[in-house]
């Protein structure tokens, strides 16, 4: 078979579900197939409408690769072009592999186009970044180990160790497993999203918690084609985006300087709080020139539960509670700072002290 007779196969991401979100290549390639298979389980055949009349369309749900490697030799014999569409994006979770390895030993073109993932669409349904500035800027995509199992070392127990999000993808009918696992690092409070048909007709979602996620979903009737995200993404507010802040510099942008924040304090210049009624207040020594901070909540220090964090050359003010997880960390006998850059505490608040009288608590952040 010369190189000018070979036909080509295009592996093409469909989307999530709505025919309207493949994208314009992908839509293009089924208008020009002289083959479409397609995995009709989870593609939407709305999208079998793009493609000619007359043009063979295989639903490959019930076929073995063999199977479908004999339709796409046949089919590249006879120089036309191949469309293989799979859900989603290819890449994730599309059994693509070993499919690029039998047209490789065949010698056949082939061209993987992405698609938008249903992990993408069940955000876009929830409204919710999956990455949010001062909070988790990790994405963990994975799923539950079942019948096709996963590294011991890529479980839900060690991967929720980080905190981050996760996008579990395949594991609706795994629940009662993936709960079990994620309790061994996470708090059962942690929230869940399941996400049904993300945007298919008839799309819905479930807000819950891992602790409850499992017969939250038993208790709907759902057992498959759905996403389940977890993370604190869910409800967090997050803090402003530094790359649109009027005091940030970056390559297009020149910082308008620290008068939209307020008064800045000099360095070596303190910041005196404490603890009183509940509420953790900073002691502040600015040690250095470069002391621009992020303020989301009023001045930095005494403006209710207020922790610092440093991110990047920014010292950035947040809201949390007493013992969450954050720039300051309960410990059984003082604060523990954790911070990213160096920082240096001499703190004794103490749990027992932290309502009542007020209980200075210093802290010298070095930048």
Not at 15 to 21: A, R, S, V
Not at 113 to 126: D, E, I, K, Q, R
Not at 127 to 150: A, K
Request: aromatic letters at 8%; proline letters at 5%.
């Amino acid at each position: 078979m010369s190189e000018q007779q070979k036909g080509i196969v295009y592996f093409v991401g469909a989307g999530p579900g709505d025919p309207e979100l493949i994208t314009v290549k992908g839509m293009r390639l089924l208008k020009e197939a002289d083959l479409v298979l397609y995995a009709g389980s989870l593609v939407n055949v709305e999208l079998l409408k793009y493609v000619r009349a007359g043009v063979p369309c295989y639903d490959t749900a019930g076929l073995t690769l063999e199977e479908t490697m004999g339709h796409i030799r046949d089919a590249a014999a006879a120089g036309k072009t191949v469309v293989r569409l799979h859900t989603g994006d290819p890449s994730l979770y599309g059994a693509i592999q070993e499919q690029i390895e039998a047209v490789n030993e065949e010698q056949i073109p082939w061209e993987i186009v992405p698609g938008v993932s249903s992990f993408l669409a069940a955000a876009a349904l929830l409204g919710r970044e999956l990455t949010v500035p001062g909070g988790t800027q990790t994405v963990i995509i994975t799923r539950q180990g079942g019948r096709t199992p996963v590294p011991e070392r890529e479980s839900l127990k060690e991967l929720g160790r980080h905190g981050s999000t996760i996008c579990l993808f395949l594991s609706a009918s795994l629940l009662e497993e993936a709960v079990a696992d994620l309790m061994d690092t996470l708090p059962a409070d942690t929230p869940a999203a399941i996400v049904e048909r993300a945007s298919w007709p008839g799309e819905r979602f479930i807000m819950t918690t891992i602790g409850e996620m499992a017969a939250d979903a038993r208790a709907e009737g759902i057992t498959k084609t759905a996403m389940v995200l977890i993370g604190d993404f869910l409800t967090a507010k997050g803090n402003r985006s530094l790359l649109y802040d009027p005091s940030f510099s970056h390559g297009y942008r020149t910082s308008q300087g620290d008068a939209a924040k307020g008064t800045v304090p000099a360095a070596g210049q303190n910041e005196t709080c404490g603890v009183t009624e509940g509420r953790f207040y900073c002691h502040l020594t600015w040690v250095t020139e470069r002391r621009s901070y992020y303020d989301n909540f009023g001045r930095l220090g005494c403006q209710g539960n207020i922790g610092c964090r440093y991110i990047g050359n920014v010292l950035s003010a947040f809201h949390f509670s007493l013992g969450v997880r954050g720039a300051f960390c309960l410990s059984r006998k003082a604060w523990d700072v954790n911070v990213e850059g160096e920082a240096k505490q001499d703190c004794s608040c103490a749990p027992e002290k932290v309502t009542g009288e007020p209980s200075p608590c210093h802290l010298e952040v070095v930048i």
